[in-house]
């Protein structure tokens, strides 16, 4: 019989010893899942919405694009909250504020609650899940953090293939009439009928199985393995157990840190790469399908284009922090984000369905390998430092990215319209669109070349600045080689 003991600083399998920081990954992957793949994909319900609520697309899309800007803003206080209090307790905070935006969100019959619920309270619940989740899961590996957050970093990639199905599922289900089980539940009836309670139940209903699933993942996360009395993953038996992510610790680590890394010119610079690179990839990702329409593809194969997109970039989400891990991530960053400028050319020429495929496979692989590799190279410059609100800092690049990119790229399509272009270029009116995904794009190439290498720390001293009994081992602070 398989001997199973679960104990968390004993966990094992038969004869095999398995680290908790793998439940880590495994429970914020959930995490993660659970709470961006019903937001992300939430983009099939616009026409929905603008059929039952009478909004324009341009008021629906605001929404959208507030998003971006709140979840980007909420990030630094977001990470803040994990230096200061603990990845738990912050964690707690998303999963409320997740149930509220979404169980509010399918009580909206004004614009202005839309705008609040889904814009803004949602948002600030996907910028928790999104920073002090994921610097919260890098405290935990002193080896193999690629692995960690190629598996983590994966799982939001696969949530619109998880969750699209299921928010058409419950559309349907809602939209029509009950069915003969209805009956054993007194009142339940009510809900079912027409369109308009299809789109609100595709909100509550993943708004508080999700919130009872987030909370419930909560109790199986540890701040950091001190907690436990364990070391992080790779950490050599020498080496002490000190718990310094939580209490008056983790709040003077925190604030000396962010002290000394505000004014080094890395710290400003991966703002801006984060900000270059998703204002490219999110023209993009807002206008690849009516690129598609408007060049002659079939609706059809046009959306397609989009799936494609995201299941090639699942796979680099995955590859591309091992890589980073191995060879430094630098390089890694630099070659991905390469390959989000250089197939950009093929959509001036793109006339057929097979080039738009082909267009977003190669796109897919730069896409999905931009952003995953940023916690790694955090870990590289500041080794074990609280670096919460300093990717905090980078996802609020990032949010105002996407924002800006979708603003500009919608705004230059309509300032063009119609214009004359070379009889080469088959982009039509999305042509200078295009181009400025090109150029944003390549001025975050321009940005990664300008970085420091990643074989040494940045702030190499920085604990010099602590009380003696918040300081860490020294030799647990050294900068890990490009094939640690």
């Known amino acids: 019989m398989l001997n199973i003991n679960l104990r968390p600083t004993q966990l094992a399998f038969g004869d095999r010893q398995v680290h908790y920081a793998w439940v880590i990954v495994a429970t914020a992957a959930l995490m993660r899942l659970s709470s961006s793949s019903f937001r992300t994909s939430s983009s099939i319900l616009i026409p929905r919405l603008v059929e039952t609520f009478g909004w324009s697309y341009g008021m629906v899309g605001l929404a959208f694009s507030l998003q971006w800007v709140v979840s980007g803003m909420f990030g630094t206080p977001a990470g803040w909250l994990g230096d200061r209090y603990g990845v738990r307790v912050t964690m707690v905070i998303g999963a409320v504020l997740f149930v509220a935006g979404m169980v509010l969100t399918a009580t909206v019959n004004s614009l202005w609650e839309f705008y609040l ?25 002193h080896r193999q953090l690629g692995v960690g957050m190629g598996v983590l970093q994966a799982s939001q990639g696969l949530g619109p293939l998880v969750a699209v199905p299921i ?17 054993w539940i007194p009142g339940i009836e009510s809900f079912f009928g027409d369109e308009e309670k299809g789109l609100r139940a595709s909100f509550w209903i993943p ?48 604030k ?33 399908v009516a690129m598609a329409e408007e060049a002659g593809v079939p609706k059809g194969l046009a959306a397609g284009t989009f799936i494609a997109l995201t299941v090639t970039s699942t796979l680099t989400r995955f590859a591309v922090p091992i890589l980073a891990d191995h060879l430094g991530s630098k390089g890694v960053m630099g070659v991905c984000f390469f390959l989000q400028v250089a197939p950009v050319f093929l959509l001036f020429f793109a006339d057929t369905a097979w080039m738009f495929y082909l267009f977003a496979i190669l796109f897919g692989i730069g896409f999905g390998g931009e952003m995953t590799a940023f916690p790694i190279i955090n870990r590289q410059y500041y080794g074990n430092a ?7 800092f980078q996802m609020m690049g990032a949010g105002f990215g996407m924002a800006s990119g979708a603003a500009i790229g919608g705004l230059l399509r309509d300032l063009t319209e119609g214009f004359s272009y070379p009889a080469f270029v088959n982009s039509g009116d999305f042509t200078a669109t295009v181009a400025a995904s090109l150029v944003l794009s390549a001025l975050g ?32 602070s050294r900068a890990p080689s490009a094939g640690d």
């Open 386 to 392: 609280p670096i919460g609100t300093t990717y905090g």
């Open 117 to 141: 619920y889904f814009g803004i309270v949602l948002s600030a619940a996907m910028g928790i899940f999104q920073v002090p989740l994921t610097a919260g899961v890098t405290q935990w590996f």
């Open 445 to 476: 190439v321009v940005s990664i070349a300008l970085l420091p290498n990643t074989g040494h720390h940045q702030l190499p001293h920085w604990e010099d600045a602590l009380p003696d009994e918040y300081r860490s081992n020294p030799q647990s």
């Open 256 to 288: 000396i840190f962010l002290r000394q890394v505000l004014p080094t010119t890395a710290f400003w610079n991966l703002i801006g790469i984060h900000y270059w690179g998703c204002a490219g990839h999110a023209i993009v990702m807002v206008y690849i």
């Open 207 to 254: 708004g508080i199985l999700g919130g009872v699933l987030l909370l419930g993942l909560v109790r199986l996360f540890y701040n950091e393995p001190a907690s436990l009395g364990l070391r992080p993953l790779g950490m050599s038996a020498d080496e002490p157990v000190r718990q310094l992510q939580s209490g008056d610790a983790a709040k003077t680590r925190s």
């Open 167 to 183: 928010i058409l599922f419950i559309i349907a289900v809602f939209s029509g009439e009950p069915g003969w089980w209805v009956g």
